[in-house]
């Protein structure tokens, strides 16, 4: 199964499609899980891949959409209602589920998302080192000729006629053009674009960090240096579109959060909707209001 669910992280990395790797790195007996079972899970809450018994994977399920949401791996430890032998861990995140049939776990997640995507509009010497250096940050870096929807940005380095690839790269949806231009042609620029104050504020004239740059390399550096600041501090979106979250319940029986998926125990009992963390629960609450 290992080499399957490898072949299919690959597969899942190439089509740009986000999902999180859960990894067993210890468990404690008599859990059903062992150090090293991993699953894969996507952002409809589907799981392929075996993490541990119905209870656990729910638990790891409903964390791991967390960790999709925040881009940050989480070491997730997962405990039976009462359990207090097993080590601490500084830093884990740590669920009690009650309905786990005894034995620890703890599980590392870790986000793997597709790389943000830099398109370079130009055939200048500082589109050349923005593509070069773009490329060697891990951006997935887009020519002139090349689809801009879905890009986290976009740098328009053609010394000249900067009108029409702002205007597209706007009309495209990217949150983040960058013009490589003097102050003033800037200055110009946005005045005879007269944009509205949403698009103005996507548009980053004399784009680059004030660095002293001269060069092309030193230039490029200054730009994708404040493309990723907008990235790691300013809130700005990678481009992919992100799927809709599951919608989440709490199990009526035992009070743990469910992610609701197709496979979710369920019972509708006087027209009201019930999900439950394992069938185990289901049936308890079935014979509740027999």
């Known amino acids: 199964m290992t080499s399957t669910l490898t072949a299919r992280a690959d597969a ?11 990894t067993v790195v210890r468990a404690q007996e008599p859990s059903s899980a062992r150090p090293g079972d991993r699953a894969i899970i996507l952002a409809d809450g589907s799981m392929e891949g075996f993490v541990g018994g119905h209870c656990a994977a729910g638990s790891v399920r409903t964390a791991a959409l967390d960790v999709l949401g925040t881009g940050e791996s989480m070491l997730l430890r997962v405990l039976p209602d009462g359990q207090a032998a097993f080590p601490e861990s500084p830093g884990a995140t740590v669920v009690v589920n009650p309905c786990l049939s005894g034995g620890a776990l703890e599980i590392y997640l870790e ?13 200048s010497p500082t589109a050349e080192a923005v593509a070069t250096l773009g490329a ?7 020519g002139s000729d090349e689809e801009q929807a879905g890009a986290t940005a976009v740098v328009v380095a053609t010394h000249g006629d900067e009108l029409g690839p702002v205007r597209a790269a706007l009309d495209a949806g990217v949150d983040f053009v960058g013009v490589v231009c003097s102050r003033t042609r800037g200055a110009a620029l946005m005045a005879e674009l007269a944009l509205p104050a949403e698009e103005a504020a996507r548009v980053h004239p004399h784009v ?3 660095i002293g740059a001269r060069t092309p390399a030193e230039v490029a550096l200054s730009i994708l240096g404040e493309v990723v600041r907008a990235l790691r501090l300013e809130g700005l979106a990678t481009g992919v579109p992100q799927a809709p979250r599951p919608t989440r319940a709490v199990d009526p029986v035992c009070g743990m ?6 496979d979710t125990p369920h019972a509708r009992v006087d027209g009201i909707d019930h999900w439950f963390c394992n069938p185990g629960c289901r049936t308890r609450f079935l014979e509740q209001h027999a």
């Open 257 to 262: 959060t469910v992610t609701i998926g197709p």
């Open 12 to 22: 899942l990395r190439s089509s740009g499609v986000p999902f999180v790797q859960a």
């Open 208 to 210: 680059g960090l004030d």
């Open 136 to 142: 060697a940050l891990g951006f997935v870096v887009r």
């Open 111 to 123: 986000p793997l998302l597709p790389a943000p995507v830099v398109a370079v509009v130009g055939d």
